[in-house]
């Protein structure tokens, strides 16, 4: 079966910036929309964005203005661009897609994570 691999996540100073790459391996269907989502410590897993296979994007309040969302699908990968981070944003960064079927999911991929840390 398929698997997801972020990568791009480290320590940085608030006001900083970093992208986050996700890529997409072993899957055999074509990949609809993907998300990122975040866990803080001690938190819930939130959802921060998503994008449709053509590329209309979605973000959570917290992040609009400061995040973008992107991917390439000839290279199975999704992106997230992070500028002006504040220290509210540290968290382990997930991502994720559905297998689709009938219209209707029937596998949920995660990644491993990729941990980010905004320090002031």
């Known amino acids: 079966q398929g698997q997801l691999v972020e990568s791009g996540g480290g320590l940085v100073q608030t006001g900083g910036s970093l992208r986050l790459s996700c890529v997409a391996s072993?899957?055999?269907?074509?990949?609809?929309?993907m998300r990122w989502y975040r866990q803080a410590p001690g938190m819930q897993r939130e959802w921060v964005a998503d994008?449709?296979?053509?590329?209309?994007?979605n973000y959570v309040d917290a992040v609009k203005g400061r995040f973008t969302i992107s991917r390439d699908n000839a290279k199975n990968s999704m992106y997230l661009q992070m500028n002006s981070l504040k220290p509210e944003d540290t968290a382990v960064y997930y991502c994720?897609?559905?297998?689709?079927?009938?219209?209707?999911?029937?596998?949920?991929?995660w990644g491993q994570g990729t941990q980010v840390t905004v320090f002031s």
């Open positions: 994008i449709t296979r053509d590329g209309s994007a």
């Open positions: 072993g899957m055999t269907f074509s990949l609809d929309i």
């Open positions: 994720n897609t559905d297998q689709m079927q009938w219209g209707a999911p029937v596998y949920t991929f």
